[in-house]
């Protein structure tokens, strides 16, 4: 791709295009694809196979779901999410862990500046006065 991207000139606004100025058609796009891949040592697949493994890589390593979907071009969240949403959810558990972490850390006793306990969210707003 480097070295297409090289050859692009200044007053061209594709970045396919053939010596005499033609655009790419797919069947030449294809053919230059699987050259590269051959060339990688890469097995043969079609290039929007790429695309959906870097939309699912990224969504399975957490990225969120508007930056993804930009980087895809859709014109909305909702488009990304329709296609690519068994690739989220995996989540489920991290969500819950961290809504336990939460909540138990609002159970924690919590010390006023009288130095008494009790004045924590879990005692209810009347039990710092019950306590003194």
Known sequence: LSRVLEQKTADCDHVFV???????????????WLRLLKEAGVPAYHFHS?????????????????AVS???????????LDIYSDAIPQDQ???ADAFDQ???GLRQPSVDRAGLQGSGPENGPGSLAEAA
Request: no cysteine; glycine share 8%; hydrophobic share 35%.
């Open 18 to 32: 053939m010596p005499d100025g033609a655009l790419w058609t797919r069947h030449v796009f294809y053919g230059r």
């Open 102 to 104: 939460r909540i138990n």
């Open 50 to 66: 790429a695309r959906h493994t870097m939309a699912t890589d990224l969504l399975r390593a957490g990225h969120y779901l508007t």
């Open 93 to 95: 558990q991290r969500l």
């Open 70 to 80: 930009k980087r895809l071009g859709h014109s909305k969240p909702s488009i990304t």
